[in-house]
């Protein structure tokens, strides 16, 4: 609920293996993993919505998240990170908004 774990579908394989594939395998396996992406958002949400209707009636209470506490309560971790590594702040700049849809 609190949305700080994602477990994402991933099409993986290691850069040696796909750097041999051929451009005729490597061009669709790429097409389509980006094709799926819709779908796997949306069974994602369905899941997770299942999985907490599931809960909720077993009898355990679901508590609401308040985020902006969370991040509110996050902002000096992510001051020292753009501080201390070198590009952290472009990186925060690309992950925040992502983190927050």
Do not use: C
Not at 14 to 23: E, F, H, I, T
Not at 55 to 67: H, M, W, Y
Not at 87 to 96: C, F, M, N, P, R
């Amino acid at each position: 609920v609190s949305g700080h774990v994602y477990t994402p579908a991933f099409v993986t394989v290691g850069v040696n293996r796909w750097d041999r594939l051929p451009a005729d395998v490597t061009g669709p396996i790429a097409q389509i993993a980006r094709e799926m992406q819709p779908f796997v958002y949306e069974n994602a949400v369905r899941m997770d919505q299942e999985l907490l209707a599931q809960l909720a009636e077993a009898g355990l209470e679901i508590n609401d998240v308040d985020k902006d506490a969370f991040r509110a309560a996050s902002q000096a971790i992510y001051d020292e990170f753009a501080s201390t590594v070198d590009g952290g702040q472009a990186l925060l700049d690309k992950a925040i908004p992502l983190a927050q849809r």
